[in-house]
């Protein structure tokens, strides 16, 4: 279980105004959750905080009983919390797209037949096989990013935090990527946290929360949270198309 204590985190020079504000809550393994906040919210904060990329200035996060706080456990923490960026490209590090998949298994110290199923494995299940050889700078934005996620698939997280990561495909890529989070959930049993601008997405996950100015706002059933509408509406987000006509028959 991933579990956020009583975040609070200050930027350099910004002590006044705190990114987060206090914030709890927990992600077990097998749940899928969703993160919705407007622009500025802390929605990306929160999720470098869940695998120590950053240190809360307050308050800490507990990774299955590992705390981000000991600079010991962080190299377990983040084997275990993997992360998937809105640009693929700040992810990116190699010059071909199975070396790419390879890298993260070569920091592991993974011995070099297992790495090379895995790779193949990760390559297949993201239908990158025609690009193993493939600068990643030449791929489609939908291939940057399952690139990105094979990437962080094949290093077998126990959780996955994404940010955004639809934010820049079409629908089809979009349902693609809901497909993957299905999928892993069932058979890996991944705890998945997906940070979203569209409220779709987060209709089918098992919980929704919903931040603003670095407080949880809202948190709960994704149907009840959109059933609120004007608070949804409050803090800038759009209620699914379904929820609103849900309300309308009942006026009705």
């Known amino acids: 279980m991933i ?129 193993r050889d493939t600068p990643p700078h030449l791929l489609s934005g939908g291939e940057l990013q399952r690139l990105a996620l094979a990437s962080v698939w094949v290093m077998e997280p126990d959780y996955l935090i994404l940010d955004e990561p639809t934010s820049l495909l079409d629908p089809s890529g979009r349902k693609e990527i809901a497909r993957f989070i299905d999928d892993e959930t069932e058979k890996r049993n991944i705890g998945t946290l997906l940070i979203t601008q569209y409220p779709e997405e987060a209709l089918s996950f098992d919980r929704l929360i919903v931040i603003e100015r670095g407080e949880i706002v809202m948190s709960g059933r994704p149907y009840e949270v959109f059933s609120n509408g004007d608070l949804m509406r409050g803090v800038g987000l759009r209620v699914p198309v379904e929820i609103e006509l849900r309300g309308y028959l009942k006026r009705g």
């Open 3 to 131: 579990e956020a204590r009583e975040l609070v985190f200050y930027y350099p020079g910004n002590k006044s105004n705190p990114a987060l504000r206090g914030i709890s809550f927990r992600l077990k393994k097998g749940e899928r959750v969703a993160l919705m906040g407007s622009n500025g919210s802390g929605k990306t904060t929160l999720a470098r905080c869940l695998n120590g990329l950053i240190r809360p200035s307050h308050g800490d996060v507990v990774v299955d009983g590992l705390s981000i706080l000991d600079q010991k456990s962080i190299y377990r923490i983040r084997q275990k919390v993997g992360m998937v960026f809105q640009n693929p490209d700040n992810q990116i590090v190699t010059t071909t797209v199975l070396r790419e998949i390879a890298f993260g298994l070569e920091n592991l110290g993974v011995e070099h037949n297992e790495m090379m199923e895995r790779v193949e494995a990760a390559l297949s299940r993201f239908h990158l096989e025609p690009y």
